[in-house]
């Protein structure tokens, strides 16, 4: 079991990679009741954009109104555009991020996690390290309880725990990734940096996505996913989420998408859907 270890806020939009060593779980604190986080809690509140053009755009890149759901927000100016689906996409191993902050939020209350398996959840994208986590969490109850208190009201947990099945929408995990940016966040400030620091640290074959949509030379700290569903006749869902700069602003992007053909063909059509999500926020 790993040690136990305060992580400083450095910034919550830098991603700044720490060594092994650093990345340690953060210190148990007590926490306070506090209610669900609004999207955009840290930002001037502003009008979500209209997404009827979008729309028009990403149901020809992706085939059709339910094969996507995507969601965006400019931290900078508080503006947001969503479009697609509200629920029901496959979660895949994006799922791991909800495992990775529930774990956080479990520490701050005593409880424990081990290192190795949420880096190895994140960073690698290990199915058996996150069948771990799943298992040290407590399950669907404690997830649900911390969805609950993030306001996410889209995402179905799978029953029979096959965490990677339980389905979503692009606002829910809108508010996942605001959790790990937000001062009003259930999660500590050094819960959120070490979040951000293992998203931030993913295999560099795993960090396509909406790392597309990334100014140049911009860090980004994302969690992709991929699966193909048997009961989606084995189509593909491919899913990006993350923090990242675009257009000169700090920004949080999700791209998901189902009833791809194939992979390749999916990560193509998440890094165009993540490219447009961006010029929206504009």
Known sequence: MAGVLALALLSTLTGV?????AR????????AATPPVPIGASTSPAAAAPTDGLARQLTAVFGGGDAYSVAGLDLSTGHSVRAGAPSGMTEASVMKLDLLETALWGSQQGETFDQDDAEQMMDNSDNDAADQIFAEIGGNPVLASFNARLGMTGTTLQPEGIWGLSSTGADDQLHLLDALVSAGSPLTAASRQYALNLMGAVEA?????ISAAADPGAQTELKD???AVDD???RWAVNSIGVTSANGHPVLLVVLSQHEPDFQTGIDRVQDAARLLAAALR
């Open 24 to 31: 340690s779980q953060p210190a148990a604190a007590p926490r």
């Open 232 to 234: 989606d006749d084995g």
């Open 225 to 227: 996913g991929w699966l």
């Open 17 to 21: 990679r720490v060594a092994h060593a």
């Open 205 to 209: 074959d795993q960090a396509w996505g």
